[in-house]
């Protein structure tokens, strides 16, 4: 059974730091393509950041790039999405997700059949 478990969140002040951790478990991680999702109250889920089962190609989202930045530990079996200098609207449930095969739009939440339980992220003004 996979398992997707994500930490690392919480409350923020606008200008600070988060690492989110998503640790892996019941899949091939080093050949899964990764990816982080967003949503917030209202909102549908956003598309942040993405990483191809290659672990060479990585895509993010125009609102977070230079500010965001994913990773993967293969020994670790586990992502981070490192978070700096956050705003307010960066302010909703993050999510991790999986995908085990080749998948061709890493910024599709369908194309990933993994997902966390997600972790709050709140970053106030």
């Known amino acids: 059974q996979v398992q997707l478990v994500e930490s690392g969140g919480g409350l923020v002040q606008a200008g600070g730091s988060l690492r989110l951790s998503c640790a892996a478990s019941?899949?091939?991680?080093?050949?899964?393509?990764i990816a982080w999702f967003r949503q917030a109250p209202g909102k549908e889920r956003e598309f942040v950041a993405g990483?191809?089962?290659?672990?060479?190609?990585?895509y993010y989202a125009d609102s977070v790039k230079g500010r965001f930045a994913i990773s993967t530990d293969n020994a670790k079996v586990t992502a981070y999405l490192q978070m700096n200098s956050l705003k307010p609207e960066d302010t909703a449930v993050y999510y991790c997700?999986?995908?085990?095969?080749?998948?061709?739009?890493?910024?599709?939440?369908?194309?990933?059949?993994?997902w966390g339980q997600g972790t709050q992220v709140t970053v106030s003004s």
């Open positions: 997700a999986a995908a085990a095969v080749t998948i061709m739009r890493v910024t599709l939440p369908s194309e990933y059949n993994h």
């Open positions: 019941g899949l091939t991680f080093s050949r899964s393509a």
């Open positions: 990483v191809r089962r290659n672990r060479i190609t990585v």
